[in-house]
């Protein structure tokens, strides 16, 4: 499997590509060409032409969660298409893979969209579309999580802005993950792991029936976070041992740096290339 990053907060030295805060990943693996999230605008579009990533060959498109952060990229992506249609040139209707939720607004603060701006029903004419809680089989070695058991009391409260039709707070039960059984231990994907970076690990070694963690890369939405959700983080990865750690996009400096001391935490940033066997 190989992972690019087309979108992240962050790029590298002597990297030139553009980034914004937002996560999009393109996953080659077992002939499958999959977009792991879109980010906030075209710049996914962009940075894969650079990258020489073909994205009128995608298979799936899968949405971590429907903030607008990961999502937005999607009007891009309508466009993209039609345009090649208008051309006349061919391309392939991905499958969108999501959670049933993902697609409901979201607002914070009162007035301010924060979910997805194109709604289940503007999607159909474009996709073919899957949106399931459940686990789903993307390849015989790449599993989407479906919706995530909150299972670790640190991480059980974690509420971002409410769903629009809905008055409590939004527990964001539509985050989910992939998780890829590689040769060395599975390789966890994350958009922001709002439903908490342990309890995502704990579901992925459930339903994959592998215990050994070699690498999590995506985010862990530690964003000034509370002690207790934090501590109990660095002590779950402590005892899980990952091999390697890519924490990215809404994860910040002084999270990384206490996440430093339970694994070996590496640098991210756009147009990097992860391989894994």
């Known amino acids: 499997m190989i992972i690019t990053i087309l979108v992240d907060n962050n790029t590298l030295i002597d990297r030139y590509y553009l980034a914004e805060p937002g996560l999009s990943l393109h996953i080659r693996t077992e002939n499958q060409s999959i977009l792991f ?3 906030y ?3 996914f579009i962009r940075n894969a032409l650079k990258l020489g990533i073909n994205l009128y060959d995608i298979d799936h498109v899968v949405f971590s969660h429907g903030h607008l952060d990961h999502t937005w990229g999607l009007d891009s992506l309508i466009r993209l298409y039609n345009e090649a249609g208008f051309e006349g040139h061919s391309y392939k209707t991905p499958a969108i893979l999501a959670h049933p939720k993902t697609f409901e607004r979201v607002m914070f603060k009162t007035k301010i969209e924060f979910g997805s701006m194109i709604s289940e029903e503007r999607l159909t004419p474009h996709f073919r579309l899957d949106l399931n809680d459940k686990p789903v089989e993307l390849t015989p070695r790449l ?3 479906g919706e995530i058991p909150r299972v670790f009391d640190f991480e059980n409260q974690l509420t971002f802005g409410r769903k629009a039709s809905e008055s409590a707070a939004d527990r964001v039960p539509d985050d989910t993950a992939l998780a890829y059984a590689s040769d060395a231990g599975l390789v966890i994907i994350t958009g922001c792991s709002h439903s908490g970076i342990c309890n995502i690990i704990e579901h992925a070694k459930n339903i994959c029936g592998v215990d050994k963690i070699a690498d999590i890369i995506g985010g862990l ?8 959700q934090l501590n109990g983080t ?9 091999t390697a750690l890519h924490a990215c996009h ?6 990384k740096i206490e996440l430093s001391k339970a694994a070996d935490l590496k640098e991210v940033g756009v147009g990097m290339q992860l391989t894994y066997s």
């Open 221 to 228: 939405h530690l964003i000034d976070p509370p002690a207790s």
């Open 41 to 43: 605008s075209d710049i």
């Open 234 to 242: 660095v002590e779950y990865l402590k005892k899980t041992a990952p």
């Open 250 to 255: 809404c994860t910040d400096l002084a999270s």
């Open 37 to 39: 999230d879109l980010g």
């Open 143 to 145: 599993m989407y999580l």
